[in-house]
C-alpha cells in the first residue's frame, strides 16, 4: 500500500467514525509528516522510526503536540494495518496551563474598541453565551428562538447539541440582525461576503481590537474563558457552567476554579477571627 492510498483510507476511516473536520486534517497532516520524513511505506515504520521523528521535530513542542501526533499516528496504523507502532512509545505528562481571562474592566474596555456594530454583536455574543468561535459561525438563523429568549448550537465539540440564553442586553441587536439576515435569504445568523463569515475574520476582531485597547495574547477563546470565570465570580454552580460550556467531563470544567482570584480576595485570613 503506497503513501497516498494509506491516507485516504485513513480519512474513510474518521469520516466514518464522525471525526470532525479539524481532526480528520490534523491526523492525516501527522501521518503524511511522517511518512515524508522517512520516507518510508506505511508498513514499513517502525517505533524507532515515530522516536527518531519526536526527537527531530517536536522535543520543543508542548506535550499536547506529542500526544496528538502519536494518536494520529496509532489511529492510522490501528485501523488500517492491524498495529501499532507507537505502543512502546510513553507519552509525555499532561502540561496544565492556566487559562488566560479578562478582568469585567478589561471586558468592557475591549468592546469599547469594536466600533462596528456587526462585529461588536459577534464578539459580544461570544462572551456573553460562551461560544467557542466555530459555534458562532456555524449559528444558522433556525437556531434561533426569539419567543423564547433561547438558541440551539447544533453538534459542537464531541458531537453535542446545547441550548444557550439569549442575553436580555443584546436581544434588541439579535431581532434586528435576524430579520436583516432574513431579509437577505441568508441561512446564517451571521455571513460574510461568500456567505458564512469565517473564524479567521472574528479573531481578527478581536485581535486588532485587544491591541487597541492594550491588551496582550488575547484570543476569541479568551472569551469564553472569561465567561466561565465570570460565572463562577458571580456564585453560579460549576454543573451548571458544565453545561453552558458544553464540557462533557467535569474536570475540563474544573480548571476555571484555579483561575478566579475573586474568590480568593473574599477568602478571610484566621487572624482576622482572633
Partial sequence: MNNQEFLKKLEIELKISKASLHTIKNYIKQNQLLLES??????QITSDDIKYYLAENLTTSAAATITLF???????????????????????KKETHLPTTLTKTETRLLFSKIKNEKSNLMISLIYACGF????????????????EKTGHIRQAKGHKDR?????????DSIKYQLESQISRNQIYLFSGRTGKISTRNI????????????????????????????????GTDIRKIQELLGHSNLSTTQIYTHVSNEELKKIKSPIESL
Fill in 132 to 147: 467557542r468561535v466555530s459555534e458562532l459561525t456555524q449559528l444558522k438563523i433556525q437556531d434561533i428562538n426569539l419567543p
Fill in 70 to 92: 502519536l494518536a494520529a499516528i496509532k489511529y492510522a496504523h490501528i485501523n488500517i494495518l492491524k498495529t501499532d507502532p507507537t505502543l512502546t512509545i510513553k507519552r509525555p
Fill in 203 to 234: 479573531q481578527k476582531i478581536v485581535s486588532q481590537a485587544s491591541k487597541r485597547a492594550g491588551l496582550k495574547d488575547i484570543h476569541t477563546h479568551t472569551l469564553r474563558h472569561s465567561f466561565a470565570t465570570h460565572l463562577l465570580e458571580s
Fill in 38 to 43: 522517512t520516507k518510508k511505506e506505511p508498513s
Fill in 163 to 171: 441550548i444557550f440564553n439569549i442575553p436580555d442586553f443584546l436581544f
